[in-house]
């Protein structure tokens, strides 16, 4: 896997002063496990947008091996995030009236790329999150069942990052530890960047790298105790 590099990056909105987000230089190596804090409006979503291919910066480059996201059109940027990226957001964006399976066999259906293969992953991947039964309809669950089809969804293509926004925010402590545990677990198996957005001291805490922005900025990078 690819470390994911920028450089130079700046983004702008009509109406603000400053770029909500300027980041000169930074690498998240690859496999690497990185929590994003920071107060309101300290462009932890910009970041995210940013990295994910969701938008693309004013200036600079995000480079991830050979590929600069930045430098790509919408729709290669749309192809290249579903193909590398899974994304697991606070509210789960899961599909009602589906069934767990369906959730999240539905955007490899909709990029045509599902065959046995990947449905007995899915399959496989139902049991190892905890949930026995998939078919039942996501309606009908839990919210801490419904984070746990989402990071299936979010891991079923094996993609190289894995991006998680406010992962924990919206479930109880009980269930907000057993989706960091998810999350680190599937990630690790499969040597996935895990970037986490959050405010859960739980899930930092068990993330070996923070990053935390102000005002669009770094201001501090920490690593397994070591701040700089
Ligand atoms: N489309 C936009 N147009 C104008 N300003 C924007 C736009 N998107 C974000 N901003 C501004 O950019 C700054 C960073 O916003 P961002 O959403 O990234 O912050 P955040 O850290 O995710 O905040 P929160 O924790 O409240 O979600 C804010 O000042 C916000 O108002």
Redesign the pocket.
């Known amino acids: 896997m690819p470390d994911l590099c920028i450089s130079g990056v700046e983004m702008r909105?009509?109406?603000?002063d400053g770029p909500?987000?300027d980041i000169p230089a930074l690498s998240i190596p690859a496999g690497s496990m990185l929590a994003v804090t920071?107060?309101?409006?300290?462009?932890?979503?910009?970041?995210v947008?940013l990295i994910t291919g969701l938008e693309k910066p004013s200036t600079g480059q995000i480079r991830w091996g050979e590929t600069d996201i930045a430098a790509l059109r919408e729709g290669a940027r749309d192809r290249w995030r579903g193909r590398n990226v899974g994304m697991v957001m606070q509210e789960f964006h899961l599909f009602p009236g589906l069934s767990a399976l369906d959730n999240i066999l539905l955007p490899a259906r909709l990029a045509r790329v599902v065959d046995g293969g990947l449905t007995a992953r899915a399959h496989g991947l139902l049991a190892r999150v905890g949930l026995p039964r998939p078919d039942q309809k996501v309606d009908t669950m839990s919210r801490g069942e419904m984070q746990r089809v989402a990071v299936a969804r979010a891991v079923l293509r094996e993609p190289g990052i894995i991006v998680a926004d406010e992962p924990t925010a919206s479930l109880d402590a009980e269930n907000g530890v057993a989706i960091a545990d998810l999350l680190i677990e599937l990630a690790s198996a499969q040597g996935a960047t895990l970037i986490a957005?959050s405010h859960d001291p739980t899930l930092i805490g068990r993330l070996p790298r923070r990053l935390s922005?102000a005002r669009?900025t770094i201001v501090a990078q920490t690593e397994m105790g070591a701040s700089n």
Do not use: E, I
């Open positions: 909105f009509s109406g603000l909500a987000l920071g107060p309101s409006g300290s462009g932890k979503t910009t970041f947008n957005v922005l669009g």
